[in-house]
């Protein structure tokens, strides 16, 4: 791996944009190593397959590398990036319509404090998000994608709503409209 | 909704992802790569058109037939000893023709005389507009 490790002390993005669009193909390279894990993310997320991540991930970069003179230097360049990637992902996702499968690749495995809890709270809490998993699938694709953006990859709201092509008040909503479909579906019985 | 978020949030902590695959070194390969096929296609197409072309005016009615589409069509001179007649084209409206006289009653403007005689005088009252030729 070329561009790992020094990531961190290259030029910021508008530079290495910069040098890009002058035809700087290391330049890229960084601005991709700097990308790949959240948009090899988004795109598992909704491919759930790796193989498919993968290749949308790489056709991703690759339109985005043919796209670089449309993009507005000054703007954030990671949402845009992951528009690009999302839209391969879906494109890509031949799974769309299955039930979810999402678990054991989402969810499923070891709760963040499992050794605070009982051996049966662990296990409820797997079926919680084994159910919480299937729900979130059953989504329509907007308001998962609205969920995976600001939840998952813990992007703004103004970052989601370059993500999802859309304003930042249409995200707000369609997160609380996925949030409020989840509820419904997950048929949420709260701590009584 | 405090508990969907927080089971929401326990779901992302707990999820895990398969590695992230070095799509920056495949990229960078694959940059260099697409742009050499772009410049096969490119060369290729221009090597098609340029065949197209010498074949098509091998052929004389498709050669005058392209020259004539580009405009490019024959040209004869030819020398005559009398200008053939060239028929009027349009009237200029240029009002009605009048003397200097006439159009100075016409006008409420003074006309000042023309260094030599001009060969016609045209009036457009309702434009306020003389016009000599």
């Given at each position: 791996m070329v561009y790992e490790g020094a990531v961190e002390q290259l030029p910021d993005d508008g530079v290495l944009i910069e040098q890009a669009r002058e035809g700087d193909i290391t330049a890229y390279g960084h601005l991709?190593?700097?990308?790949?894990?959240?948009?090899?993310?988004?795109?598992?997320?909704?491919?759930?397959?790796?193989?498919?991540?993968?290749?949308?991930?790489?056709?991703?970069?690759l339109?985005?590398?043919?796209?670089?003179?449309?993009?507005?230097v000054g703007a954030p360049f990671r949402p845009w990036l992951l528009r690009i990637v999302?839209?391969?992902?879906?494109n890509r996702s031949r799974h769309e319509r299955r039930q979810?499968?999402?678990?054991?690749?989402?969810?499923?495995?070891?709760?963040?404090?499992?050794?605070?809890?009982?051996?049966?709270?662990?296990?409820?809490t797997d079926e919680t998000h084994r159910l919480l998993a299937g729900a979130l699938w059953r989504l329509r694709y907007e308001e998962r994608l609205a969920i995976?953006?600001?939840?998952?990859?813990?992007?703004?709201?103004?970052?989601?709503?370059v993500v999802l092509g859309c304003p930042a008040g249409t995200v707000k909503s369609r997160l609380s409209r996925g949030l409020e479909h989840l509820r419904a579906d997950f048929q949420w019985e709260p701590d009584a | 909704?405090?508990?969907?978020?927080?089971?929401?949030?326990?779901?992302?902590a707990?999820?895990?992802?398969?590695?992230?695959p070095d799509v920056a070194a495949y990229v960078v390969a694959a940059i260099p790569q697409r742009r050499q096929r772009r410049l096969v296609v490119v060369a290729l197409a221009a090597m098609a058109m340029l065949?197209?072309?010498?074949?098509?005016?091998?052929?004389?009615?498709?050669?005058?037939?392209?020259?004539?589409?580009?405009g490019f069509g024959p040209i004869r001179i030819e020398h005559v000893s009398t200008l053939p007649p060239v028929p009027d084209s349009a009237t200029l409206a240029l009002g009605r023709a009048a003397t200097l006289a006439e159009a100075r009653r016409a006008m409420g403007f003074p006309i000042l005389r023309l260094p030599r005689e001009a060969d016609g005088l045209f009036v457009d009252k309702p434009d306020g507009e003389v016009t000599l030729v």
């Open positions: 991709v190593a700097r990308y790949q894990d959240t948009a090899f993310r988004i795109a598992y997320l909704i491919t759930r397959s790796p193989t498919d991540a993968e290749d949308a991930a790489q056709a991703g970069f339109k985005a590398y043919a796209a670089l003179h449309r993009f507005h999302a839209n391969e992902a879906r979810a499968r999402l678990i054991p690749r989402i969810g499923g495995s070891e709760p963040r404090h499992r050794t605070e809890r009982s051996a049966e709270e662990v296990v409820l995976f953006t600001r939840y998952f990859l813990d992007l703004s709201e103004a970052e989601a709503a | 909704m405090p508990e969907i978020d927080r089971t929401l949030r326990e779901l992302v707990a999820t895990r992802y398969p590695p992230t065949i197209a072309l010498a074949i098509a005016f091998a052929v004389p009615p498709a050669r005058s037939a392209i020259l004539d589409w580009l």
